[in-house]
């Protein structure tokens, strides 16, 4: 039981990981491409957040 969630936390920890680097990329995509930047990184969170919000729901 113990090692299950050892392994689930794991899991937790990669996802959280992938986000922010998911956000961090994008970001910087949208430093090089746009002038009106903050607008879009504040975008680009919420999406990345809306999508790691669905896919816990899908559980």
Known sequence: ??????????SN??????SF???FLLSVIYFSENSNVE???????????KREESKSMER
Do not use: A, C, G, R
């Not at 920890?13 to 992938?18: E, S």
């Not at 607008?39 to 957040?49: C, D």
């Open 1 to 10: 039981m113990e090692e299950k969630y050892t392994t689930v936390k794991t």
């Open 13 to 18: 920890n990669l996802k959280f990981l992938t």
């Open 39 to 49: 607008e879009n990184i504040t975008h680009t969170v919420i999406e990345v957040h």
């Open 21 to 23: 680097v998911t956000i």
